[in-house]
């Protein structure tokens, strides 16, 4: 098992078994590349995305992987409705695929085409 992997289990984000599909190839995929970085920054990127309520594992190694890359510009793709949790996500795009993260923790009016800064230091999307 990757060390990154036994990290996500140990947080909550990852599921121990990941089933041989699509998604969870992708996850792998990601995996092995989180498995090179900086033990002391992969805690604090783990630290944010819980922070952040990152939910999903594919959604979880996208947003570790952008962290650990440092400040950058991500454009929200569109704003959706989950009526299970109550709540408005601004979907981010990366390369990687879709993260979605909830609204409050994104800045206030956000739409559609929305670019954002994100801030590895504080764990933070800003409008600049």
């Given at each position: ?18 089933p ?13 590349d ?12 783990i ?22 890359r440092?400040r ?57």
């Amino acid at each position: 098992m990757l060390e990154a992997h036994r990290r996500l289990i140990e947080a909550g984000l990852l599921p121990e078994e990941m089933p041989n599909n699509y998604t969870f190839n992708k996850v792998g995929g990601i995996l092995s590349d989180l498995d090179k970085a900086n033990p002391l920054e992969l805690n604090e990127a783990i630290k944010a995305a819980s922070r952040l309520e990152v939910h999903g594992p594919l959604s979880v190694v996208i947003y570790i992987k952008n962290h650990l890359r440092g400040r950058h510009e991500v454009e929200i793709d569109r704003v959706t409705e989950n009526e299970e949790r109550d709540s408005k996500y601004g979907v981010l795009i990366y390369p990687e695929g879709e993260l979605p993260i909830n609204s409050k923790y994104l800045p206030d009016d956000i739409q559609e085409g929305s670019r954002l800064q994100y801030d590895p230091v504080n764990g933070e999307y800003t409008i600049d």
